[in-house]
Each structure stands twice: as structure tokens, then as C-alpha cells.
């Protein structure tokens, strides 16, 4: 089944996600608003003796909560505490149990301000004050003022609606005309700049889906793109929150129906793409993640894909959607790198069944004489990642730059290219002389598994017209094993296997299940 996606809408979900102890996490994701956040500082700078309330309007969705617990870390602004006074907690006279709070929290608090700022209240739920009487209005507001002159801390006010911030204005107004700093008695608060919001986005989910990218949950670039460009199309005012609905729907609406395909077949395929040349490794290193999950690592990446299906006939039939179903969708692509010497070793010692001797005079290209042993071969497969994938252990991800390892590398070069020489003769007709190699890594993969069933030129079971180059199968999938024997060593080599086969099994697929072409 697809990941499960979280995406908090409202500051108290994000909250939940990250725990108390965690919210520092926001700064993460978190874009800073600068023009709100210049005129808060300005008022914190003017609090020496006397107190200051200002009062801060947006409307629902733009981040006012997640803006005002940013301030705790940044540190330009002269704030040295914030204490958040939750209201939704009283049901009835909301404005005398909050200025019981403040008292309160005034006697029990050193409020006096420090180097790094003053202490900063922030009343949380109670936004409108129409169930409040004219009566008890002005009395708070009376009161607010006396407690302001006497104690030197900061009060933001979130508001939703206009008419309540000019409510608030005009009775405070009545009574004292220092509650504010003048002309600063209100911040219309828009939220983060629009073209923020792709990158906000993107980052709120590696932040709240750890070890996981947007694009482990079918999302592409073009997805935020195409989702900012509609909101602008459709209004003029939209907010994060807005933004964050409709890219929701396009996650929801894309997974089930690669949902519904997944759950209609008996088994998920996996499709790994594997290089032995003798570059492959620093070739293969940039189209995977290096994920710690240990399910994730090798994943096709989708970015750097993405940049070879652009401006060439690949455009005809590849898009990022397309791309990102195919990767981590319907089917999950990973690619990896087997050392040069390993290949060699594993072709010497275990093809004379398939008269691999007779087509390549091994001793007279270089490699070592043990190399021709099944025990070497065995021993240089104990290591690359592919092997140790399956065996569920730990992978290094980096690139072998010298010592033993890459100095066999080296010495297997002139095999490797005697074998690109026999498998550049392979035709459609799957006849080629690639069939002997397979077979022969199926067969030494078969030593080493004998718990999985292992196949080298057959068919798929659900997919009639795909002939993987080796059918690994285990109880919870097939794996489809698909070796690219190359000499070219550019990373458009790898970039255009990968593509070109991918099409290979969404064209299946996509006959199978038409919906998926919607």
C-alpha cells in the first residue's frame, strides 16, 4: 500500500505531529514573514516601563500561529520569552478570566525586560469579543490599561475579522490611548509570500514524514507548481491552508487509484537496475536516495530522472507523474551498482554451464586465477549492495575511491569489455547473447538465496509480456532484476536504461489499467 501521507492543516495538528518537545522542528519549514516581523520588533523595543498590546489580523489559515511561535528563534527580535494564555478553556466571561490570567501570570513571572528582550503574551482562541457585553468590554480594556502601565510586557492579540479589530480599537480607545505603540495598534498579517508556498510545503513533509520526501508519496514538482498556478487562476486571496487542501486531494486522488491497482494484483513488483561497469558506482550514486529507511534506500530518485524525460522525444510519453507512479507507484524502481571484479569473478566461475569459458579465454584478460572460483565468486558477492539488501543488512553509501577494491575494479576492466562485446549482439527477440550471463548471475544468486525462488528469461506471472532478466521471488513481491552490460560511462547511460525499461512496464500496466493514463 502507498504511504500514508501527513500533512497538518491548523498549527494545533502540527503541534500533535511534532510533540511539546520538537516544535523547534517549524524552522525547518518555517518562511519568514519580515515586514510582520520588523513591526513586532519595533514595539517590543519601545516596552522599557510600561506595557504594549498590539493586535494582529489575518484570516483564518495564513499562519498566524505558526508565525508567532517562530519568534521564539529568531533571534533579531527582542522577545525573551512567550507564554501562550489558552481561552478556549472557558466558556462564559472570557475577558475577566483573561485578565485574571494575566494578573496572575504577572505576579508569578519576572517581567521586567532582559538584554534579549521583553516577556510576550499571546492570547490564544478568543478572536471575536461579539458575545461580550458593551459593559464588560470597556471594563477590560480599563483594566488591560491599568496592568499595562504598571507591568513593561508585550500582549499579541490574534484577530480574525476587521470589524473585531476596529471593535477593540474604538473601546480601548474610550479609555486610555496608551494600551498601543502609535500607529502600530494593528498588523494585517498576510502570511508568507504565494511563491513560497511550493517550498513550504515540500519541507513541512520531510519534516512531519520522517525519512520521507514529497516524492515517496507520488507528488511531483509540476504538482505544487500546478496547484499554485490554479489557486491564482481561480482567486485572487487564497491562503496556506487553501494550498494545503488541494495538494491533499491530489495526493488522495492519485493513490487510489494506484491504490485500487495494487490491491487487484497478487503480489507488488519491484524493478532493479543493475550496472557493472567499471564507473558505475560514482555513475549509479546520483539516481538514488541514501535513505537510513532501510526499504527506501536505493530508490530511483526521482528528480534527477526527471531531467532526461525534457526537450527529447522522451517528452511524447514521459511526464513527472507519469515518472513518479512508475518509481514508487505501481512499481518501485531502485538501482544499484555491482563492482566490475564481482561480475567478472561471478561470470568466470559460475558460467561454464552456459559455455561462458568457450566465448571469453578468461586467464588471458587479466583477472586472477582464483577468480575462477565458485568460493571467490561467493566471497566478492558477500559485499555489494544489492547482496546486502537482500540479506537486510546495513549499506555504506560512498564511492570507492582506492585500496583493494578499486584496484580489482581495474582489473576486471578488459573482462567487462569483452562482456559488453558478447551482450551489444542481444536483439528484441531476447536471443542475444546477454541469456547466458543472466542465467549465470541467476544461478549464483540462487547459491547464495536458496530460500527465494530465482528465474533468469522468464516471464512475469501478472504481466504476460515482460521477460525480466532475472525473476527474483519472495512471499510479499516479485523483483525484477534488469542488467544493463554498457561500456558507455556517462550518466545518460543510466538515465535512458531506466527510462526505456520503465516505459517498457507502465505500457503494460497502463493497458491492463486505462485509468491510469487519466
Known amino acids: 500500500m502507498i504511504k500514508e501521507l501527513v500533512l497538518s492543516d491548523s498549527f494545533e495538528d502540527m503541534k500533535g505531529e511534532l510533540g511539546p518537545s520538537n516544535l523547534s522542528k517549524m ?48 533571534n533579531h527580535i527582542p522577545i525573551n520569552e512567550i507564554v501562550n494564555i489558552d481561552m478556549s478553556q472557558f466558556v462564559e466571561s472570557k475577558l475577566t478570566n483573561l485578565l485574571k490570567a494575566l494578573n496572575e501570570k504577572c505576579r508569578n513571572m519576572d517581567v521586567t525586560p532582559k538584554k534579549n528582550g521583553v516577556l510576550l503574551f499571546v492570547v490564544d482562541y478568543l478572536e471575536s469579543l461579539t458575545d461580550e457585553t458593551p459593559e464588560n468590554k470597556k471594563a477590560f480594556f480599563r483594566s488591560l490599561n491599568g496592568l499595562l502601565r504598571t507591568k513593561p510586557v508585550m500582549i499579541i492579540w490574534p484577530i480574525t475579522e476587521q470589524t473585531d479589530v476596529e471593535d477593540m480599537i474604538s473601546y480601548s480607545s474610550a479609555v486610555s490611548g496608551t494600551l ?28 512531519l514524514n520522517t525519512g520521507y520526501t514529497y516524492t515517496d508519496f507520488q507528488l511531483t514538482d509540476a504538482d505544487f507548481d500546478n496547484i499554485l498556478n490554479r489557486l491564482i487562476n481561480k482567486s485572487d486571496v487564497f491562503t496556506l491552508r487553501d494550498y494545503i487542501f488541494e495538494l491533499r486531494d491530489v495526493w488522495m486522488d492519485r493513490t487510489g487509484k494506484v491504490n485500487s491497482i495494487l490491491s487487484s494484483i497478487p503480489k507488488p513488483t519491484e524493478i532493479w537496475f543493475v550496472f557493472g561497469m567499471p564507473e558505475a558506482e560514482e555513475l549509479v550514486t546520483p539516481f538514488i536516495r541514501k535513505s537510513k529507511n532501510h526499504d527506501d534506500s536505493w530508490d530511483a530518485y526521482h528528480a534527477k530522472l526527471d531531467e532526461y524525460i525534457h526537450d527529447n522525444q522522451r517528452a511524447a510519453y514521459w511526464n513527472p507523474t507519469r515518472l513518479q507512479i512508475a518509481i514508487s507507484g505501481s512499481f518501485k524502481a531502485k538501482l544499484f551498482h555491482l563492482p566490475t571484479h564481482t561480475l567478472v569473478s561471478t561470470l568466470a566461475a559460475y558460467g561454464q554451464k552456459y559455455n561462458l569459458d568457450a566465448k571469453i579465454n578468461w586467464l588471458n584478460i587479466g583477472i586472477d586465477k582464483n577468480w575462477l572460483k565458485t568460493s571467490t565468486a561467493k566471497s566478492f558477492l558477500s559485499n555489494p549492495s544489492i547482496v546486502r539488501y537482500l540479506e537486510n543488512k546495513p549499506i ?62 522468464t516471464t512475469h506471472p501478472w504481466l504476460p509480456n515482460i521477460i525480466p532478466d532475472i525473476k527474483l521471488e519472495t512471499d510479499e513481491k516479485i523483483i525484477c532484476i534488469e542488467f544493463h552490460y554498457t561500456k558507455r560511462n556517462v550518466p545518460s547511460a543510466i538515465a535512458s536504461y531506466v527510462l526505456d525499461k520503465l516505459d517498457n512496464y507502465m505500457r503494460q500496466l497502463e493497458g491492463m489499467y486505462p485509468k491510469l493514463l487519466k
Open 27 to 74: 524552522m525547518d519549514f518555517f518562511v519568514p514573514v519580515v515586514s510582520a516581523e520588523k513591526e513586532i520588533a519595533l514595539v517590543a523595543r519601545s516596552i522599557k516601563t510600561t506595557g504594549k498590546l498590539l493586535l494582529l489580523q489575518g484570516d483564518p489559515g495564513v499562519g498566524k500561529s505558526t508565525f508567532i511561535q517562530s519568534l521564539k528563534w529568531r
Open 180 to 207: 498601543f505603540y502609535r500607529n502600530k495598534e494593528v498588523i494585517n498579517f498576510k502570511g508568507p509570500e504565494i511563491e513560497n508556498f511550493p517550498t513550504i510545503l515540500k519541507n513541512t513533509i520531510s519534516v
Open 396 to 457: 555504506q553509501f560512498g564511492v570507492t575511491r582506492s585500496g583493494p577494491a578499486k584496484r580489482a575494479i581495474e582489473k576486471g576492466r578488459i573482462a567487462y569489455l569483452e562482456i559488453n562485446a558478447l551482450a551489444s549482439k542481444y536483439n528484441p527477440q531476447r536471443d542475444g547473447s546477454d541469456k547466458p550471463f543472466n542465467k549465470t548471475i541467476s544461478d549464483a544468486l540462487k547459491d547464495i538465496f536458496p530460500q527465494y525462488s530465482i528465474d533468469a528469461e
